[in-house]
């Protein structure tokens, strides 16, 4: 008899008939037969509430031969308790180690089938002509292939993780983009009053439309982003599990593990455009807001040296001689600017500015203080007294302040409104061309009086327009 048969023996006889695993605490019948002492015992308690299932007072069937034995005869098997242990501790041979067809040890490896095979299925017909190797020689192969399968999809993970993450931090973006934009539409709509409820309600639904397309496109990928972070990590973890496993065991389903492998596609999707397509835009509100309209003009005692200003009425240019024109603590030497003759310090006020730019012509428009610093570089922002726009043609336009998301147009706005509402601190920028809101400033109040403000930016780059004056700068 061999080592397999041995232990096919070994198993058999320490194994219980009722539950067909080793014994635990085994005891014998008066026949000779054993059981775990659970087990007989509710055996025969079942026997006990059958009919007829009793014979004898005392006394049950024996499971294996159906002889009569009584209960309390029943004897340990100490040297059977032994038996089982030792067959517990023994290795053995499990199932998935034998060839199913031959009961042989899978000793081989078929490398045209990806299959382990015993010597006996070497020699059939099917096996005959194949490439075989021992299993230890294809363990190695296939354990290198196995680890650099890992690696790669770890990299995929890691990088599926990362646009993840892109795409929720996108999502969290374009919420706060159409949270900003809600609320703009309903201010604006609040100085227009209660009959412009309905229009108010149509460019909300648009922006919720909207909101709900580019949401849905975004949460969608972030959703497949997810799913296929969850494959690549389901497979993953059945490489390094598969990995961890003995030789014949790793071998075992390879084949259909690495087709897997190989079939498994990684995609990553487009990023999704979050340029908000609704704008708002009031109907009739440019022309109340004509009805605050000044004539504002350009101070040519404050204009930059080569800033020119040509009034179109009086056909004369007012640009003040450069001869002097350095020591004037009004004019701007550090940008080609100029503020307006008129001071504000209450009230509403609103003016419109033509733009005729050239390549990509810098300029800002807006309000100052009265008091900003003309000749030093400084930002134009509120902070140093300036709330202004200002654009590079074909470019972005962008508030003139650390505002995190800069409103992107298509195009430039040829024709400019600038409103002024000192006492509500708000000063608000429109496009004339289709009468969409750009920018608002908004704060408590305003510290002190205010100024309209023009800057252009280098020579030949464009002219500006205010009410009957062009300015441009001297090339």
Sequence with gaps: ??????????????????????????????????????????????????????????????????????QRNLRPNRLLTKVAEMAQQH?????????????????????????????????AREHRTHRVVPVEEAVQEYKLKLQADMGHLREEMMKTGRLQARERQTLAEWQEKVKEQRQRILVEFEKMGLF???????LLQALKTEDEEVGARLRESSATLERQGHSLEMLLLQLEDKNQHSPLQMLQDIKELLSRRNSLSVQYPEATPTVLRTVCRVPGQIEVLKSFQEDVVPDPATAYPYLLL???????????????????KDRFL??????GRETFSSGRHYWEVGMNLTGDALWALGVCRDNVS???????????????VQLCKGKKYTPSTSAPTPVTLAEPPSH???????????VSFYNLKDGSH??????????????????????????????????????
């Design 91 to 123: 290795p053995g041979f499990q199932s998935r180690d034998l060839c199913a067809e031959h009961q042989e040890l899978l000793k081989l490896f078929c490398e045209d089938d990806q299959i382990p095979i015993c010597v006996v299925c070497k020699e």
């Design 310 to 328: 040509y009034e179109s009425r009086q056909r004369r240019y007012l640009s003040t001689p450069l001869e002097g024109a350095l020591h004037s």
């Design 1 to 70: 008899m061999d080592a397999l048969e041995l232990a096919r023996k070994l198993q058999e006889e320490a194994t219980c008939s009722i539950c067909l695993d080793y014994f635990t605490d085994p005891v014998m019948t008066s026949c000779g037969h054993n059981f775990c002492r659970e087990c007989i015992r509710l055996t025969w308690e079942k026997a006990k509430g059958r009919k007829g299932g009793r014979k004898r007072k005392g006394s049950f069937p024996c499971p294996e031969c159906r002889e009569l034995s009584p």
């Design 334 to 339: 550090a940008y080609p600017c100029a503020v």
């Design 374 to 388: 003309r000749r030093d570089r400084v930002p134009k922002c509120p902070e140093n007294g300036f709330w202004v």
């Design 416 to 426: 400019m409104g600038v409103f002024l509402d000192f006492e509500a601190g708000e």
């Design 438 to 475: 750009l920018h608002t400033y908004a704060q408590l109040q305003f510290s002190g009086p205010l100024k309209p403000f023009f800057c252009l930016g280098a020579p030949k780059s464009g002219q500006m327009v205010i009410s009957t004056v062009t300015l441009w700068v001297k090339g």
């Design 196 to 202: 412009l409820l309905e229009e108010e309600q149509r």
